[in-house]
Protein backbone atom coordinates (compact mmCIF):
# COMPACT_ATOMS: atom_id res chain seq x y z
CA UNK A 1 0.00 0.00 0.00
CA UNK A 2 1.32 2.88 -1.55
CA UNK A 3 0.93 6.28 1.42
CA UNK A 4 0.62 9.23 -0.63
CA UNK A 5 1.04 12.67 1.95
CA UNK A 6 -1.08 15.77 1.08
CA UNK A 7 1.59 17.69 1.50
CA UNK A 8 4.76 16.41 -0.67
CA UNK A 9 1.61 16.00 -3.69
CA UNK A 10 0.29 19.50 -2.59
CA UNK A 11 4.38 20.96 -2.61
CA UNK A 12 5.46 23.79 -4.75
CA UNK A 13 8.34 23.54 -6.65
CA UNK A 14 11.45 24.35 -3.65
CA UNK A 15 12.42 28.08 -3.93
CA UNK A 16 16.44 28.81 -4.20
CA UNK A 17 15.94 31.10 -0.52
CA UNK A 18 19.19 33.09 -1.85
CA UNK A 19 16.74 34.48 -4.43
CA UNK A 20 14.71 36.19 -2.31
CA UNK A 21 15.63 38.94 -0.40
CA UNK A 22 14.92 39.55 3.40
CA UNK A 23 11.17 39.68 4.43
CA UNK A 24 9.53 38.89 1.13
CA UNK A 25 7.68 35.93 0.01
CA UNK A 26 6.65 34.24 -3.64
CA UNK A 27 3.55 34.76 -5.07
CA UNK A 28 2.28 32.23 -7.85
CA UNK A 29 -0.08 34.78 -9.68
CA UNK A 30 0.95 38.80 -10.74
CA UNK A 31 -0.80 40.95 -8.28
CA UNK A 32 -2.11 44.58 -9.73
CA UNK A 33 -0.84 47.64 -7.37
CA UNK A 34 -2.12 51.10 -8.60
CA UNK A 35 -2.32 54.13 -6.89
CA UNK A 36 -5.21 55.32 -9.36
CA UNK A 37 -7.22 54.33 -12.28
CA UNK A 38 -5.52 52.78 -15.17
CA UNK A 39 -4.98 54.65 -17.66
CA UNK A 40 -5.85 54.39 -21.47
CA UNK A 41 -3.79 55.54 -24.39
CA UNK A 42 -4.22 54.60 -27.79
CA UNK A 43 -1.04 54.08 -29.53
CA UNK A 44 -1.66 56.78 -32.19
CA UNK A 45 -0.90 59.15 -29.62
CA UNK A 46 1.41 57.40 -27.14
CA UNK A 47 4.82 59.17 -26.96
CA UNK A 48 7.99 57.97 -24.68
CA UNK A 49 9.81 61.44 -24.58
CA UNK A 50 13.92 61.97 -23.16
CA UNK A 51 14.06 65.72 -21.80
CA UNK A 52 15.70 67.18 -18.63
CA UNK A 53 19.15 68.08 -19.20
CA UNK A 54 20.16 66.50 -22.58
CA UNK A 55 21.88 68.14 -25.40
CA UNK A 56 18.58 67.59 -27.67
CA UNK A 57 15.37 65.96 -26.46
CA UNK A 58 14.24 62.98 -27.58
CA UNK A 59 10.69 61.33 -28.75
CA UNK A 60 9.70 58.30 -30.03
CA UNK A 61 6.38 57.61 -31.39
CA UNK A 62 4.61 53.78 -30.87
CA UNK A 63 5.66 52.69 -34.55
CA UNK A 64 9.25 54.11 -34.07
CA UNK A 65 9.38 52.76 -30.33
CA UNK A 66 8.69 49.29 -31.98
CA UNK A 67 11.52 49.34 -34.89
CA UNK A 68 14.13 50.25 -31.91
CA UNK A 69 15.97 46.80 -30.85
CA UNK A 70 14.63 44.91 -27.87
CA UNK A 71 15.02 41.75 -25.67
CA UNK A 72 13.58 39.57 -24.04
CA UNK A 73 14.72 39.16 -20.17
CA UNK A 74 13.35 36.66 -17.76
CA UNK A 75 14.50 37.98 -13.74
CA UNK A 76 12.93 38.39 -10.70
CA UNK A 77 10.82 41.38 -9.04
CA UNK A 78 9.79 42.52 -5.54
CA UNK A 79 7.19 44.84 -4.44
CA UNK A 80 7.76 46.75 -1.23
CA UNK A 81 4.61 44.78 0.35
CA UNK A 82 6.54 41.62 0.30
CA UNK A 83 5.56 39.38 -3.19
CA UNK A 84 8.66 38.82 -5.21
CA UNK A 85 7.88 36.92 -8.74
CA UNK A 86 10.74 34.79 -9.64
CA UNK A 87 11.73 34.24 -13.30
CA UNK A 88 9.16 36.93 -15.09
CA UNK A 89 9.71 37.19 -18.58
CA UNK A 90 9.45 40.77 -20.25
CA UNK A 91 10.51 42.14 -23.61
CA UNK A 92 11.64 46.05 -24.24
CA UNK A 93 13.84 48.50 -24.96
CA UNK A 94 17.09 48.44 -23.01
CA UNK A 95 17.39 51.83 -21.48
CA UNK A 96 21.10 51.83 -22.87
CA UNK A 97 19.80 52.05 -26.49
CA UNK A 98 17.32 55.28 -25.83
CA UNK A 99 20.40 56.86 -24.03
CA UNK A 100 22.80 56.22 -26.78
CA UNK A 101 24.62 59.22 -27.52
CA UNK A 102 23.12 61.30 -25.45
CA UNK A 103 25.31 64.55 -23.95
CA UNK A 104 24.37 64.77 -20.24
CA UNK A 105 25.64 65.93 -16.78
CA UNK A 106 22.29 64.37 -15.40
CA UNK A 107 23.12 62.58 -11.80
CA UNK A 108 19.64 61.13 -11.70
CA UNK A 109 15.90 60.47 -13.51
CA UNK A 110 12.35 60.99 -12.72
CA UNK A 111 10.28 58.57 -14.58
CA UNK A 112 6.79 59.93 -15.34
CA UNK A 113 3.99 57.89 -16.23
CA UNK A 114 0.58 58.77 -18.03
CA UNK A 115 -1.51 59.33 -15.18
CA UNK A 116 0.41 61.54 -13.00
CA UNK A 117 2.76 58.84 -11.15
CA UNK A 118 6.28 59.89 -10.98
CA UNK A 119 9.31 57.70 -9.30
CA UNK A 120 13.11 58.80 -9.18
CA UNK A 121 16.64 56.50 -9.64
CA UNK A 122 19.90 57.32 -10.02
CA UNK A 123 21.00 57.60 -13.73
CA UNK A 124 23.43 55.03 -13.34
CA UNK A 125 21.30 52.46 -12.02
CA UNK A 126 18.96 52.70 -15.42
CA UNK A 127 22.24 52.16 -17.81
CA UNK A 128 24.40 48.89 -17.70
CA UNK A 129 22.34 46.41 -18.59
CA UNK A 130 19.41 46.62 -15.85
CA UNK A 131 16.52 48.77 -16.79
CA UNK A 132 14.16 48.44 -19.80
CA UNK A 133 11.00 50.51 -21.59
CA UNK A 134 8.85 47.25 -21.31
CA UNK A 135 6.01 46.58 -23.44
CA UNK A 136 5.30 42.82 -23.52
CA UNK A 137 5.00 40.43 -20.48
CA UNK A 138 5.33 36.34 -21.09
CA UNK A 139 5.93 37.16 -25.34
CA UNK A 140 1.84 39.00 -24.95
CA UNK A 141 1.43 42.84 -24.82
CA UNK A 142 1.74 44.17 -21.77
CA UNK A 143 -1.82 44.44 -20.25
CA UNK A 144 -3.04 47.92 -19.39
CA UNK A 145 -3.01 46.82 -15.30
CA UNK A 146 0.36 45.84 -15.44
CA UNK A 147 1.47 49.26 -17.72
CA UNK A 148 0.48 48.50 -20.91
CA UNK A 149 1.20 50.34 -23.82
CA UNK A 150 4.65 50.55 -21.68
CA UNK A 151 6.44 50.83 -18.27
CA UNK A 152 10.10 51.01 -17.13
CA UNK A 153 11.39 47.31 -15.56
CA UNK A 154 14.21 48.13 -13.14
CA UNK A 155 14.24 44.60 -11.09
CA UNK A 156 17.11 45.52 -8.94
CA UNK A 157 14.84 48.21 -7.23
CA UNK A 158 11.47 47.76 -5.45
CA UNK A 159 8.65 47.55 -7.90
CA UNK A 160 7.25 50.77 -7.41
CA UNK A 161 10.96 52.16 -8.75
CA UNK A 162 8.92 50.43 -12.68
CA UNK A 163 6.77 52.78 -13.56
CA UNK A 164 3.69 51.69 -15.45
CA UNK A 165 2.49 53.71 -18.28
CA UNK A 166 5.46 55.50 -18.57
CA UNK A 167 5.79 58.60 -21.19
CA UNK A 168 9.42 59.74 -20.70
CA UNK A 169 12.34 60.22 -18.28
CA UNK A 170 13.44 63.22 -17.71
CA UNK A 171 17.43 64.06 -16.61
CA UNK A 172 18.03 66.20 -13.68
CA UNK A 173 21.33 67.61 -12.41
CA UNK A 174 20.41 66.52 -8.76
CA UNK A 175 17.74 63.75 -6.96
CA UNK A 176 14.11 64.85 -6.43
CA UNK A 177 11.50 62.47 -4.89
CA UNK A 178 8.81 61.00 -6.84
CA UNK A 179 5.19 60.33 -5.78
CA UNK A 180 5.65 57.16 -3.84
CA UNK A 181 8.95 58.78 -2.51
CA UNK A 182 7.56 61.89 -1.09
CA UNK A 183 4.96 59.62 0.56
CA UNK A 184 7.24 57.35 3.25
CA UNK A 185 8.88 55.35 0.55
CA UNK A 186 12.94 55.00 0.49
CA UNK A 187 14.48 57.49 -1.83
CA UNK A 188 16.73 54.34 -3.42
CA UNK A 189 14.54 51.00 -2.46
CA UNK A 190 17.14 48.35 -2.26
CA UNK A 191 15.21 44.98 -1.25
CA UNK A 192 18.35 43.57 -0.65
CA UNK A 193 18.99 45.96 1.91
CA UNK A 194 15.24 46.31 2.49
CA UNK A 195 14.75 49.75 1.76
CA UNK A 196 11.25 49.65 2.37
CA UNK A 197 10.54 53.49 3.63
CA UNK A 198 12.24 56.43 4.74
CA UNK A 199 14.93 55.80 7.53
CA UNK A 200 15.45 52.26 6.56
N1 LIG B 1 2.05 54.58 -13.01
C1 LIG B 1 2.15 53.77 -11.96
N2 LIG B 1 3.18 52.92 -11.89
C2 LIG B 1 3.31 52.09 -10.84
C3 LIG B 1 2.40 52.11 -9.77
C4 LIG B 1 1.32 53.03 -9.85
O1 LIG B 1 0.47 53.11 -8.95
N3 LIG B 1 1.23 53.84 -10.96
N4 LIG B 1 2.56 51.27 -8.70
C5 LIG B 1 3.92 50.79 -8.47
C6 LIG B 1 3.95 49.72 -7.50
S1 LIG B 1 3.84 50.16 -5.87
C7 LIG B 1 4.16 48.42 -7.84
S2 LIG B 1 4.38 47.21 -6.70
C8 LIG B 1 4.14 48.02 -9.26
C9 LIG B 1 3.03 47.03 -9.47
O2 LIG B 1 3.05 46.55 -10.79
P1 LIG B 1 1.95 45.50 -11.20
O3 LIG B 1 0.61 46.13 -10.92
O4 LIG B 1 2.20 45.21 -12.64
O5 LIG B 1 2.17 44.29 -10.34
O6 LIG B 1 3.95 49.10 -10.16
C10 LIG B 1 4.57 50.29 -9.76
N5 LIG B 1 4.38 51.24 -10.82
MO1 LIG C 1 4.55 48.23 -4.69
Same mark, same amino acid.
Request: hydrophobic share 35%; aromatic share 12%.
Given at each position: ????????????? =??????????? +? *??????????????? @? %???? &????????????? %???????????? =?????? @??? *???????? $? $? &? $???????????? *? $?????????? +? #?? +??????????????? &? *???? !????????????????????? !?? &???????????????????????????? +? #????? =??? !????
Amino acid at each position: MAIISRGFIGRRP =EVDPSRLPPGQ +Y *VAHDFPVLSAGPTPR @I %SLDK &WRFEMTGLIDAPR %SWSWDEFNALPS =ETVTLD @IHC *VTKWSKLD $T $T &W $TGVSVDTLLEGV *V $TEATHIMASS +Y #GG +YTTNLPLADVMGGRA &W *VATA !YDKQLLHPEHGGPARLLVPHL !YF &WKSAKWVRGIELLAQDQRGFWERNGYHD +Y #GDPWR =EQR !YWGD
